[in-house]
């Protein structure tokens, strides 16, 4: 059961460590298709791009912008500020990882009302990149390996549950027998039963009181307490068979009377197995 459990742990731990993957790899490596951004300027006029963009280097940017003249260049760290000009008109389409900068380069000034000198504008158009799915990936695998720790830890650190003893099992299911019940003495001879099958290795449930008395009689452990044993059940086969409804108090005498048989073959069979006699045999 602890294999089964480990082996379905991991094999759904692969599955969402796989869609993480699959949604990393569809969502940043492909180009988005937001649209470009787009601002038309004029011959000459300095344009001054603000980018961020970790795996670019300052001579790679160049390269991307080398249809204009660097005008300056600032770095710092991952941060770039970049001032462009040129003399040709025409559309200009920079990429810049997933993000496309169009830049509409016009001939002439005709279309602007002014009397002044026209000057560059030192409006700064940033080429954001979708981080925000970098961002998603990273903190879906950071949860993803921390539960799996965690799971894994749980799993190898979590002790097995004590296997219960045969006098454990029988009192665990005798003391929620209810007494009122009318198959009570039924119940507890069924548990009894069990408890020697248990304890003794033998097979008595669905044999007379007479039988299980001659089967037990070959146990040599049960030598000695063998007439408390039978004693009881045919106490107990009276109460069943008799008809005469039993008082309460009757049926809790009778089931002290088995607590206390039970405990005596107990401490019994604890001695034999301290003396090394492992268990008993028939």
């Known amino acids: 059961m602890r294999r089964k459990t480990i082996i379905g742990v991991v094999t759904g731990l692969l599955i969402a460590l796989c869609g993480m993957l699959l949604i990393y790899f569809t969502a940043v490596q492909t180009p988005e298709t937001l649209g470009t951004e787009s601002r038309n300027i004029y011959i000459g006029d300095i344009l001054t791009l603000d980018i961020t963009a970790e795996d670019l280097t300052q001579q790679e940017l160049i390269e991307r912008f080398s249809d204009f003249e660097v005008?300056?260049?600032?770095?710092?760290?991952?941060?770039?500020?970049?001032s462009l000009r040129t003399f040709e008109p025409g559309e200009y389409k920079v990429r810049l990882r997933n993000k496309e900068v169009v830049i509409q380069v016009s001939s002439t000034l005709t279309d602007i009302d002014r009397d002044d000198v026209f000057e560059g504008s030192t409006q700064i158009i940033k080429a954001e990149s979708p981080s925000y799915w970098q961002a998603l990936?990273?903190?879906?695998?950071?949860?993803?390996?921390?539960?799996?720790?965690?799971?894994?830890?749980?799993?190898?650190?979590?002790?097995?549950?004590?296997?219960?003893?045969?006098?454990?099992?029988?009192?665990?299911?005798?003391?929620?027998?209810?007494?009122?019940?009318?198959?009570?003495?039924?119940?507890?001879?069924?548990?009894?039963?069990?408890?020697?099958?248990?304890?003794?290795?033998?097979?008595?449930?669905?044999?007379?009181?007479?039988?299980?008395?001659?089967?037990l009689g070959q146990i040599k452990a049960l030598q000695a307490?063998?007439?408390?044993?039978e004693n009881w059940l045919v106490t107990?086969?009276?109460?069943?068979?008799?008809?005469?409804?039993?008082?309460?108090?009757?049926?809790?005498?009778?089931?002290?009377?088995?607590?206390d048989l039970i405990k005596r073959l107990s401490q019994q069979r604890l001695d034999a197995q301290k003396e090394g006699a492992g268990r008993c045999a028939l």
């Open 225 to 229: 307490i063998l007439p408390e044993i």
């Open 71 to 82: 005008v300056e260049f600032q770095q710092a760290g991952s941060h770039y500020q970049i």
């Open 236 to 259: 107990c086969d009276r109460y069943k068979f008799s008809g005469v409804p039993i008082a309460n108090t009757q049926k809790q005498d009778l089931y002290t009377a088995l607590v």
């Open 137 to 215: 990936f990273y903190i879906a695998a950071g949860v993803f390996l921390i539960t799996s720790i965690m799971a894994l830890v749980k799993i190898m650190f979590k002790k097995r549950a004590k296997p219960l003893t045969p006098e454990e099992l029988f009192f665990q299911k005798a003391s929620t027998l209810a007494v009122e019940s009318d198959s009570y003495f039924v119940d507890l001879t069924y548990l009894f039963k069990q408890y020697i099958e248990f304890a003794y290795h033998c097979q008595i449930i669905g044999k007379t009181s007479a039988e299980i008395v001659s089967e």
